[in-house]
């Protein structure tokens, strides 16, 4: 059986029809614009949030496991706490948006 | 006997009398000059900081059709030696900065001439280059003057460091502003045409007689033989004040083609051939006693120029006036450098040397305990603390407590991090701001024919400032006429001598000589003519050599800006969504044309604030983010509201017009107010600018 649910991401409106048996996390997929040529897609935090709670515990060890590897220069080491900020941001807002929708 | 205007059209916002012309794009620029036969030159730019060119070869360069010659030292004619040597263009091998230029090619049209530069092979021996400005260099030099000479190198009352060893509360900080380019709309363009009598040039200039004047010294010519235009000019923020390579290139190729010749620089060449703004490492030391009250001040400036030209920036000199404390030091040092030459850029000295001082004052409050404007008011002088006159006027108090009441300052909880709105922090900061009043001299010539219309001939300049606006306004006044009445000429060395749109004294100067040549006008029209214009007409010429008051008061133009900003708590993201500055710059002429100026000053600010660094590759001695995709510059997006307004202030010490110049008053002290902001609702103290996420996050 599928769901409609509506996400509401950086101010946009997003309809998506997904199985009841998916969960938020399952269906994400995160890229990151900006922090690398082309968006980079955040395959470990990913599969570090597959059937995870949504908490933000979850989403800070999702983040560090996708930037573990980093390897930042001198004049770029500040994208990595940046991206990892943004991506428990963006899904702290996310989930606590498919909360009211409840 | 002092002279009085009475202000009739001084003091209405007109609207730009140039505005339509240039909306309907009938104002022409340099560039734009319509010229039979004209040809294009584009130069040749070393790709090496220092070192020799050993070879040119041109053979491809010139095989292309259409290419009608490729100019190096090796085929240059000789220039006679002027004061700034790195307009020696092509009259030896060396490099002293990468970019120079070391050949040029013109041709027939400007794609084939930018085709043709690229088939230039220059081979070089390269010799290592010294390009990075730190503050513990062992060959720091102290230069004669700053300023070109306008202004002792440092300066020295009491005992600094005993005051300091002995204050209450003292304060040791280093503050650091980045290189930043003065990047004008319109680039730097020439057009050169010779003729029998002479040269012509169309040029992008900030006062056409400066670049007339050098241009004839290069070239041996006489003044009278050189003329320059330059009626609209799409902004110039220093960096066209005085002549850069591009120009004399553009006549030497002229003269070596006998044709006409246009040049525009590219936005990339701008990077190295226009200047720059010196990057500054600023160390300043407070002391104060328990009450906040300034017991020292020490400013020590350090800061780069090039090698083959001096430029000394003033970036101390603020902190000689601002405040009173009985002891006070100010120096600069200079690195000399295998970089690009620097120059004047937008309120050069107190725009940098403000962010310092009103930063510094910042931390000060904290530490004491004081809210930030208080300790500024318990710090007011009742002189000038360098000079010992009295301020022909003084409106800082006056513009923070105005500024505090429009801005909603108080009640303000000094405690940093203490304010959350959603996923921002928020915060406020104040900081003052400070310019000279000056004037330089300039003469004017004023007609009137029998049916009652006026003619006004000066060489001012109008760099998108409103000055064909307000000069016309002040002729108005000074002849008694409706601005209708009167014609303004600007823009020519053809015209009556006068000096730069610099130093934020352009309107002060000019309009001081508009005021005597209208004055004399009128004398002759009453006493030789008994108030009836002769058939053939009647003119009279004014000038302004030196304002006498100058040497009894100290002149300046003050003002206070106030700074909201939000901070993203997750991405530290910095926002401003207001701003407020209040200024105290004497009589404003035109309310409309200074407001945009103003708020234009203060945009420039936030864009220093938050945005604009030029990035140097130490291992090529080039600015690198030479581009508007990666210099970045304030937008529409960037800016929030933004409040300008003014206190009346009435000084006729300066000039008959009570004006003290808002070119440049503006951007001083903005950059201050957003990093006290930043401090205030993040409880992180920027002192490196620009002020990017970067240096914010945890």
């Known amino acids: 059986m599928d769901l409609e649910i509506t996400l509401r991401v950086n101010g946009a409106t997003h309809r998506l029809s997904v199985g009841t048996r998916t969960t938020l996390l399952d269906a994400l997929r995160e890229r990151f614009g900006g922090v690398a040529p082309v968006p980079w897609r955040a395959a470990r935090a990913e599969a570090a949030l597959r059937g995870a709670a949504a908490t933000g515990e979850v989403f800070g060890r999702a983040a560090e496991a996708e930037l573990a590897n980093a390897q930042p220069l001198p004049g770029n080491a500040f994208k990595v706490p940046l991206a990892r900020h943004t991506l428990v941001r963006t899904l702290l807002d996310l989930t606590e948006e498919e909360e009211k929708q409840r | 006997m002092k002279m009085q205007l009475i202000t009739r059209a001084i003091g209405a916002p007109l609207d730009r009398i140039d505005g339509v012309q240039k909306v309907t794009g009938a104002a022409k620029y340099a560039y734009e000059y319509p010229v039979e036969g004209v040809t294009y030159v584009f130069p040749v730019q070393s790709t090496i900081a220092r070192g020799r060119v050993v070879s040119i070869d041109a053979r491809a360069a010139q095989a292309l059709p259409g290419v009608i010659a490729v100019l190096s030292h090796e085929n240059a004619p000789q220039l006679a030696p002027v004061d700034d040597a790195e307009l020696a263009v092509f009259q030896s091998d060396a490099v002293a900065y990468h970019g120079q230029f070391v050949a040029a090619v013109v041709a027939e049209t400007s794609e084939i001439a930018r085709q043709a530069a690229s088939l230039v092979a220059v081979r070089y021996q390269e010799q290592p280059h010294d390009v990075e400005l730190r503050a513990d260099r062992d060959d720091l030099y102290k230069p004669l003057s700053i300023a070109l000479g306008y202004y002792q190198t440092d300066t020295c009352d009491g005992d600094v460091e005993a005051a300091l060893a002995s204050a209450t509360v003292s304060l040791d900080r280093t503050y650091k502003t980045p290189p930043e380019h003065n990047n004008p709309l319109e680039p730097h363009a020439t057009t050169a045409v010779w003729s029998d009598e002479g040269i012509t040039l169309y040029d992008s200039n900030q006062g056409a007689h400066s670049i007339r004047d050098t241009v004839a010294q290069a070239f041996r010519l006489p003044p009278e033989h050189v003329r320059i235009i330059a009626r609209y000019v799409g902004g110039g923020f220093g960096s066209k004040l ?25 936005r990339q060449q701008m990077f190295a051939l226009v200047g720059y703004r010196t990057p500054t490492i600023q160390r300043l030391r407070l002391g104060a006693d328990r009450n906040g009250r300034l017991t020292a001040i020490a400013h020590d400036v350090v800061e780069q120029t090039s090698t083959i030209q001096e430029v000394a920036e003033q970036t101390a000199v603020p902190s000689r006036m601002m405040y009173a404390a009985p002891n006070r030091r100010t120096t600069h040092r200079l690195a000399r450098l295998d970089m690009p030459v620097p120059t004047w850029m937008r309120a050069p000295g107190e725009c940098p040397g403000m962010f310092a001082l009103e930063s510094a004052m910042d931390e000060l409050a904290m530490a004491c305990g004081l809210d930030p404007i208080e300790l500024r008011i318990r710090n007011e002088p009742t002189i000038d603390p360098e000079s010992g006159r009295p301020f022909s006027s003084r409106g800082l108090v006056a513009c923070l407590r105005e500024g505090a009441q429009r801005f909603g300052w108080a009640p303000r909880d000094p405690q940093p991090r203490a304010r959350r709105d959603g996923s921002w922090l928020t915060g406020t900061g104040v900081a003052a701001s400070t310019y000279p009043a000056q004037q330089f001299p300039a003469t004017a010539l004023v007609q009137v024919d029998r049916a009652g219309n006026y003619r006004v001939r000066i060489d001012a300049t109008d760099i998108g400032t409103g000055a064909w606006t307000v000069l016309t306004q002040i002729a108005a006044d000074a002849l008694a006429v409706p601005p209708e009445r009167v014609q303004l000429e600007i823009g020519d060395s053809a015209l009556p001598k006068a000096g730069l749109a610099g130093g934020s004294a ?43 008051e100058a040497q009894q008061f100290s002149m300046h133009a003050f003002g206070a800006q106030f700074a909201e900003v939000r901070v993203n708590v997750d991405t530290d993201e910095v926002r401003v969504p207001r701003l407020l500055g209040v200024f105290a710059a004497g009589r404003i002429i035109n309310p409309k044309t200074a407001r945009s100026q103003l708020l ?99």
Request: proline share 5%.
């Open chain 2, 600 to 698: 234009g000053g203060m945009t420039m600010g936030l864009s220093m604030a938050l945005h604009e660094a030029s990035v140097l590759d130490p291992r090529f001695g080039d600015y690198v983010n030479h581009d508007f995709a990666e210099y970045h510059i304030a937008t529409n997006a960037d800016v929030g509201t933004v409040d300008v307004t003014w206190i009346n202030e009435e000084d006729l010490h300066v000039n008959p017009m009570g004006v003290k110049g808002i070119g440049e008053i503006g951007i001083v002290g903005t950059a201050a107010a957003i990093a006290n902001a930043v401090s205030h609702a993040t409880g992180i103290r920027i002192r490196d600018l620009p002020i990017t996420l970067d240096k914010l996050l945890p």
């Open chain 2, 242 to 266: 005085f002549v850069h390579p591009h120009t004399i290139l553009t006549v030497m190729a002229a003269q070596a083609t006998r044709r006409p010749v246009k040049l525009a620089l590219t």
């Open chain 2, 506 to 548: 352009g309107t002060a100067s000019w309009g001081w000589a508009i005021c005597n040549a209208a004055s004399a006008l009128r004398t002759r029209l009453h006493e030789e003519y008994g108030g009836s214009v002769p058939a053939e007409g009647l003119e009279a010429s004014g000038a302004f050599e030196t304002n006498p």
